[in-house]
């Protein structure tokens, strides 16, 4: 499902988060051993679904026989009221699970239902919506599939896989054509340079630059940085961009617009489970 995630280990070590060294004593002292459980997962809010095959794991997990039929896709936009899926097996097993399920799927529609909502106010501008590295520690895999299926791309995935030249390292390199040219020398193929002003945007194309970060800049000055590098490279904006900001931002020609608050700001998804009389 997600390219090096760890289904399996990420279920078991959630489930042992939750049942510490003892098991579920409410289900255990409540549900009888050879009770059943038959329920439908689902929304109360129109939402952009994402994380129901990790839900899925959950259950399978603590009752391999358990019937797990998934009535939406990941990445699918559904109205308030659908059911997501539908579950059938041991019921103190099912019961264990549920809120680990939940709190993943909640969660990670949460983020898809965002993005989508960012995606739509870029409709017809060309520009492509980006996120950030502003995950939950653990969760990075997650969050980051979860934007691509509310409609965005993954900016990069951690530190190793592309340069991005901040201010702090210009500091302390000393000047933004030692700290380029360094990556450049150590053969990184991406490297990005963040720019608040725009006498920064020459000096940082000259010294190789293949994408600049265009940080905390209003529209006027965007338009202006847009048109100084007149698409010699990839530009990206960054910075405070909310649903209100982010189209002007757009329409000044930027090819990117990276928004942290989609892993980082994201209010849970609201989704229950609920007993069905079989």
Same mark, same amino acid.
């Given at each position: 499902?997600?390219?090096?995630?760890?289904?399996?280990? %990420?279920?078991?070590? @959630?489930?042992?988060?939750?049942?510490?060294?003892?098991?579920?004593?409410?289900?255990?002292?409540?549900?009888?051993?050879?009770?059943?459980?038959?329920?439908?997962?689902?929304?109360?809010?129109?939402?952009?679904?994402?994380?129901?095959?990790?839900?899925?794991? %959950? %259950?399978?997990?603590?009752?391999?026989?358990? /019937?797990?039929?998934?009535?939406?896709?990941?990445?699918?936009?559904?109205?308030?009221?659908?059911?997501?899926?539908?579950?059938?097996?041991?019921?103190?097993?099912?019961?264990?699970?549920?809120?680990?399920?939940?709190? @993943?799927?909640?969660?990670?529609?949460?983020?898809?239902?965002?993005?989508?909502?960012?995606?739509?106010?870029?409709?017809?501008?060309? @520009?492509?919506?980006?996120? @950030?590295?502003? /995950?939950?520690?653990?969760?990075?895999?997650?969050?980051?599939?979860?934007?691509?299926?509310?409609?965005?791309?993954?900016?990069?995935?951690?530190?190793?896989?592309?340069?991005?030249?901040?201010?702090?390292?210009?500091?302390?390199?000393?000047?933004?054509?030692?700290?380029?040219?360094?990556?450049?020398?150590?053969?990184?193929?991406?490297?990005?340079?963040?720019?608040?002003?725009?006498?920064?945007?020459?000096?940082?194309?000259?010294?190789?630059?293949?994408?600049?970060?265009?940080?905390?800049?209003?529209?006027?000055?965007?338009?202006?940085?847009?048109?100084?590098?007149?698409?010699?490279?990839?530009?990206?904006?960054?910075?405070?961009?909310?649903?209100? /900001?982010?189209?002007?931002?757009?329409?000044?020609?930027?090819? %990117?617009?990276?928004?942290?608050?989609?892993?980082?700001?994201?209010?849970?998804?609201?989704?229950?489970?609920?007993?069905?009389?079989?």
């Amino acid at each position: 499902m997600i390219q090096d995630f760890d289904l399996e280990a %990420f279920v078991t070590a @959630t489930l042992a988060e939750d049942l510490g060294p003892g098991v579920d004593v409410t289900s255990e002292a409540v549900i009888p051993a050879d009770a059943r459980f038959n329920a439908v997962m689902a929304t109360r809010d129109a939402i952009t679904v994402a994380g129901l095959e990790v839900a899925s794991a %959950f %259950f399978r997990h603590l009752d391999p026989a358990a /019937t797990v039929e998934a009535l939406a896709k990941d990445g699918a936009r559904v109205a308030r009221g659908s059911v997501l899926m539908r579950i059938s097996g041991q019921a103190r097993a099912l019961l264990t699970a549920e809120r680990s399920a939940l709190n @993943t799927v909640q969660h990670l529609s949460g983020i898809a239902t965002m993005t989508s909502l960012y995606v739509d106010r870029l409709a017809g501008t060309g @520009t492509v919506l980006l996120d @950030t590295r502003k /995950t939950l520690p653990g969760l990075r895999l997650l969050e980051k599939y979860a934007t691509r299926m509310g409609g965005a791309q993954n900016h990069r995935m951690g530190l190793w896989d592309a340069a991005m030249i901040k201010d702090n390292h210009v500091a302390v390199a000393g000047d933004v054509s030692i700290a380029v040219a360094r990556a450049r020398a150590a053969g990184i193929a991406e490297i990005i340079v963040e720019v608040d002003r725009l006498e920064q945007i020459e000096p940082a194309i000259a010294a190789g630059a293949t994408r600049l970060l265009l940080d905390n800049m209003p529209p006027a000055v965007l338009s202006q940085a847009v048109a100084m590098i007149d698409g010699r490279i990839p530009s990206e904006a960054s910075g405070g961009i909310s649903l209100e /900001t982010i189209r002007p931002v757009a329409q000044t020609g930027v090819n %990117f617009v990276s928004v942290g608050r989609l892993t980082q700001s994201a209010p849970a998804a609201d989704i229950g489970l609920d007993y069905e009389i079989a």
